[in-house]
């Protein structure tokens, strides 16, 4: 149970905090500690959620705040400052931030109790009005076993159906909402995941049956300077005089807020992601409607991942290797980054040729079908240098019959690259050259001209649909997964001999004016669809290159 609060002034303040074995780093200089996955929040950032989330709430009244992994102390001193007649109940996991807590000057006296959240979420009974903080993000392949436990059992609990957790902040989040009064606020910091990835669909339809109105709010530059890791402040109401949703920008380095030109947007239930708020309900009625009329990728092609051999530094060679090893008779050509790509619409072999001259990994050792006796001593000795760092105890070598042996090896007329960042790369690939799971192998149905499905798929709709149904990571990197690659919506063209020789030469921008007038979209509908594309991009890539 929770240790009875200390009045301070007109705050009672009670703390939970459970022990950690890990190193602290200097709560002074608010350095991120990865390993705790505490990342802490920005003053202005806490100052500005504190103060629009208590404005909700009539002055007069006395709230109840639950701050369930408090860290160092950041939103409980911004609560302080403006003087709100609340009561606290602040959790934290790690005894040296209680320990900081303690010493600092917001509270003379802070009793505490060693309470992992995840076990204070079942001892618990209370509800609370606000719940507000900076959740810890945690892999689940990081949590012990019973914090495992105990997150699949908050998760379990709350009807979502039958699901394992794959973070420790979805967790959090519910027990948030639990935790709720009937007119209850959530405010929490989370990553943009919750916005885009498939696995976090019923969180965002758990949310939008839980909560009457719901903002989003967008920072304009990155918050945590020293990660990829993009966030974003997430608002719930449990009864507000709004409803739907609202998107607002929060510019970090002068504290101003604006809100989106798509305010009070109705996000429905069939909406699987939320990365569509951002634009105006103009935006979306033209996306509605072009919509109609197209086709998902999946009707024209299969995909399967590109090679993925375990251990690229052993397996991939630059050229000065294979030529020490006399490997030449064991090695193909192979791309394993999308960055080395400059070529447009086609993958030629002189790419390849550029980085094998530069000395750039980009020879697959291939040893497939070939016995022991027939390997020469060189590479004999180079398999026997991976067994010394035993290469061969790894996930992927020890689950194959010879563990050198990659298998999969295969090549496609076409591949697309899954991460992106300004241009989404899906490029023909004439001369067979081989790549890693960095990219899908694009194969066509046999209704399916492969050239005309390449330049069909560079048209102002489906890229801005790429945008929609992918998610975006730290660094602004776009990633679509096989099923959203595969669910993109595409007006697949046929074009003749002419064409596909005057697109072969043609930058991505041409091919793009090209078939969108193929394709009969109208005036309106291009600006319409240039204007979303441009927000869309501009979200995840400008903002962290800032002119």
Not at 160 to 170: A, C, Q
Not at 272 to 286: A, M, Q, R, Y
Request: aromatic share 12%; hydrophobic share 35%.
């Amino acid at each position: 149970m929770l240790d009875d609060g200390i009045n301070c002034g007109m705050y009672t303040l009670k703390g939970a905090v459970y022990k950690t074995n890990s190193n602290h780093t200097s709560l002074n200089n608010m350095i991120n500690d990865r390993v705790l996955g505490a990342f802490y929040t920005p003053v202005i950032i806490a100052d500005y959620l504190v103060e629009k989330t208590l404005s909700h709430f009539h002055k007069d009244r006395r709230i109840s705040i639950l701050e369930p992994s408090c860290g160092s102390g950041v939103f409980l001193k911004s609560i302080i400052k403006l003087n709100a007649k609340c009561d606290i109940t602040a959790v934290e996991i790690n005894e040296q931030e209680v320990d900081f807590l303690k010493s600092s000057s917001i509270i003379d006296s802070f009793k505490i109790v060693h309470k992992d959240y995840l076990e204070f979420h079942f001892e618990c009974n209370l509800l609370f009005d606000l719940v507000i903080g900076n959740p810890p993000y945690i892999s689940y392949t990081k949590l012990n076993r019973e914090q495992v436990k105990l997150g699949n059992l908050i998760i379990n609990e709350s009807n979502l159906g039958k699901r394992s957790i794959t973070n420790i902040w979805e967790p959090f989040l519910i027990s948030g909402v639990t935790k709720l009064s009937a007119d209850g606020v959530l405010c929490y910091i989370l990553p943009v995941e919750l916005l885009q990835v498939r696995y976090a669909e019923r969180l965002r339809s758990y949310l939008m049956d839980n909560f009457q109105y719901i903002e989003l709010i967008h920072f304009n530059e990155p918050i945590y300077k020293d990660i990829l890791q993009d966030v974003i402040g997430i608002l719930c109401y449990k009864k507000h005089n709004l409803s739907g949703f609202r998107e607002s920008l929060f510019e970090v380095d002068t504290g101003n807020s604006t809100y989106c030109e798509n305010n009070g947007y109705k996000m429905s239930a069939g909406n699987n992601k939320w990365t569509s708020s951002i634009l105006t309900k103009e935006e979306l009625s033209c996306i509605e409607t072009l919509g109609k009329r197209s086709k998902p990728i999946g009707d024209y092609v299969t995909t399967k991942p590109g090679i993925v051999t375990g251990n690229n530094n052993f397996f991939i060679l630059p050229e000065s290797e294979v030529i020490s090893l006399a490997a030449y008779d064991y090695v193909k050509p192979i791309i394993n980054r999308s960055s080395y790509v400059k070529d447009f619409p086609s993958v030629v072999r002189r790419t390849h040729e550029e980085l094998r001259i530069r000395n750039r990994p980009c020879l697959l050792l291939d040893l497939n079908g070939i016995n022991s006796d027939q390997i020469n001593m060189s590479v004999k000795k180079y398999i026997a240098l991976g067994e010394s760092r035993e290469y061969q105890m790894s996930y992927k070598a020890r689950h194959r019959c010879v563990w050198y042996a990659v298998p999969n090896i295969a090549t496609a007329p076409a591949v697309f690259f899954k991460r992106s960042h300004r241009n989404i790369k899906l490029l023909l690939n004439p001369d067979g050259l081989y790549y890693t799971d960095t990219a899908y192998l694009v194969y066509p149905k046999p209704k399916t001209c492969i050239y005309d499905f390449v330049y069909s798929f560079y048209n102002s709709y489906t890229l801005v649909m790429a945008e929609l149904l992918g998610r975006f990571y730290g660094g602004g990197v776009l990633e679509l997964v096989p099923s959203e690659f595969q669910s993109l919506p595409i007006y697949y063209l046929s074009f003749n001999d002419y064409e596909r020789d005057l697109l072969s030469s043609s930058t991505q921008n041409q091919v793009i004016k090209y078939v969108d007038n193929k394709a009969k979209f109208s005036q309106r509908e291009l600006s319409i669809l240039e204007a979303a594309r441009m927000k869309l991009i501009a979200r995840r890539v400008d903002r962290r290159n800032p002119s």
